[in-house]
């Protein structure tokens, strides 16, 4: 196999300004980072790959598709309540672009810095356009997907499908001008990692999960993981205004199975809803938990409602 030309130099000549933050003992440049592990709590570990034609189009910003890259791994740290520290990138590239890498780099370091989060290693191979980050944080007070029980009540941290409203404007099926096209980029490529809302409510919540597949699949992640059911009572969604403006009457099952939004889902046992209603955090409940096979049921106005899909769209 042919390596691609400068393969060797892109980490260092495009990466290693990356600020060099807490516990970064040794950064990018030799086989292995040396990293100084937090002496209290514990590490959360989290990957994802996002693949060009698949998860963002082949021609897109290439600062955008950094920075939806680092935030959608940086907000599975947010739903385990967990610090960030550390990420490493593992690029696939057609070839060596310069103003292509600088770009991204940029957007990239800009976004790392933005979060606090050092950028400890790296690889580049040859192939089709692909971006595997894998970040590390430090966790006090984890929230799982597993805690949930029954007579938990389930809320969202924020308005949803704001980000499925926006995919058919990225991906050009639509065309959106000036200020929606700006939000609608602002809604897919800048997804805001939920870091206040789980800290928040670390020691309310039962269970916890980030709104990556859409609320019906991932709320169903944690009905699995706490073997339990929910009912959701779909009036109770908050929908994001970008939503109503691009999607009219379907922004209400774009808010209930589009996907992207990155807002938490989460649970809170009854006795302990007096203190989240405390809370600064503008949280919204939608529904309950009760025993059952993992099952997720969904009411509008007192009927039955059905999911014409039930979450992410692979495009
Ligand atoms: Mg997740």
Redesign the pocket.
């Known amino acids: 196999m042919k390596r691609a030309p400068g393969e060797f130099d892109i980490i260092r000549d495009y990466f290693a300004s990356a600020p060099q933050g807490e516990g970064v003992a040794l950064g990018i440049g030799d086989d292995c980072a040396l990293l100084q592990v937090p002496a209290q709590g514990q590490l959360a570990a989290s990957v994802d790959t996002l693949v060009a034609g698949r998860h963002f189009p082949v021609v897109a910003d290439p600062a955008a598709i950094a920075a939806r890259a680092l935030r959608v791994n940086l907000?599975?740290l947010a739903?385990m309540n967990a610090r960030p520290l550390w990420f490493t990138l593992a690029l696939t590239l057609p070839g060596s672009d310069a103003d292509w890498l600088q770009r991204f780099a940029d957007g990239l370091l800009k976004t790392a810095r933005q979060f606090g989060i050092s950028l400890v290693g790296g690889d580049t191979t040859a192939g089709p356009l692909s971006i595997t980050i894998q970040v590390l944080g430090q966790t006090l007070k984890p929230l799982c997907r597993g805690g949930a029980r029954p007579g938990d009540s389930v809320y969202i941290s924020g308005p949803l499908g704001g980000a499925a409203a926006a995919l058919p404007v990225i991906l050009g099926e639509r065309t959106a001008e000036g200020e929606t096209r700006r939000r609608a980029e602002r809604a897919y490529y800048y997804p805001e990692p939920q870091f206040a809302t789980a800290a928040a409510i670390a020691g309310l919540a039962s269970s916890a999960?980030?709104i990556?597949d859409g609320l019906l699949a991932d709320l169903a992640h944690i009905c699995t993981a706490s073997a339990v059911s929910a009912d959701v009572y779909l009036e109770r969604l908050a929908i994001a205004p970008l939503a109503r403006a691009l999607a009219g009457e379907g922004a209400l099952a774009l808010a209930a199975a589009g996907g992207d939004d990155y807002q938490l889902c989460f649970t809170v046992p009854q006795a302990r809803v007096p203190a989240l209603q405390k809370l600064e955090q503008e949280v919204v409940a939608i529904g309950t938990l009760s025993p059952g096979e993992a099952e997720v049921r969904c009411w509008q106005n007192g009927r039955r409602w059905r999911a014409s899909r039930t979450g992410y769209r692979h495009f």
């Open positions: 907000s599975d739903a999960v980030d990556s």
